[in-house]
């Protein structure tokens, strides 16, 4: 009886398993999601997951309650880094005045009043002075912000990103780039959706060949 039961109740994980393995979609590389010619080397035990984006993108502003909503139930072994992208010089500003704001500290709390002063009040923020009367209504100094702007941390961190747009090949935004190896674009993926979806399955695949290479240096040893 016993024997039975134990039997039934492989037979019913196998089917489980099989069933979620039918119902689980499949993306296809090249097609979903495109591989990096020359993966990027990820100085991190976590798998980093970028999002390239600019403040005057319509389709980042639509993209990022997408990414806010993962946030709130990230996978603990994922780093994730928000990167400017750096086009062109008003995209420059904007990506000096994001990591002037990370600087400062209040960078989450302005991020989406960022977007919406652009795309809900029509402030494009060509200028320093422009974006200094901005950060000014949430309590920054406009002394402590323009000489962050124009701080050696910021010029390094923008060139930084400016370094990751050509390693990536970025040829637009919103773009999310996996573990130095994937990059997804919302035209490849086909929604906002489906962006957060495939990224989802790459971290997955990124987990799994992170635990089977540990496993395989935990039995050399």
Not at 31 to 53: A, G
Not at 139 to 159: L, P, W
Not at 175 to 199: E, F, Q, T
Request: aromatic fraction near 14%; charge should be positive; include cysteine.
């Amino acid at each position: 009886m016993q024997y039975m039961l134990k039997k039934a109740l492989l037979v019913f994980s196998i089917l489980f398993i099989f069933a979620g393995t039918a119902c689980a979609e499949v993306y296809e590389e090249g097609k979903h999601y495109q591989r990096i010619d020359q993966p990027k080397t990820i100085d991190s035990n976590k798998i980093e997951v970028l999002e390239f984006f600019w403040y005057g993108c319509p389709h980042c502003y639509s993209f990022e309650p997408h990414v806010n909503k993962w946030k709130q139930n990230k996978p603990g072994n994922v780093e994730f880094v928000r990167v400017p992208a750096t086009f062109q010089p008003l995209w420059i500003l904007h990506a000096r005045a994001y990591y002037a704001l990370q600087m400062l500290g209040v960078g989450e709390e302005i991020h989406l009043k960022f977007f919406s002063e652009i795309h809900n009040k029509k402030n494009y923020m060509k200028t320093l002075d422009a974006l200094t009367v901005f950060v000014q209504e949430y309590g920054v100094e406009r002394s402590e912000f323009i000489d962050a702007m124009n701080s050696f941390t910021v010029e390094n961190q923008v060139r930084k990103a400016t370094k990751l747009v050509t390693d990536y090949k970025l040829n637009g935004v919103p773009a999310v780039a996996v573990n130095g190896k994937y990059l997804i674009s919302a035209s490849m993926a086909g929604s906002y959706d489906n962006m957060i979806k495939i990224m989802n399955y790459l971290i997955e695949k990124e987990t799994a060949k992170a635990s089977l290479d540990n496993g395989k240096a935990g039995n050399k040893s």
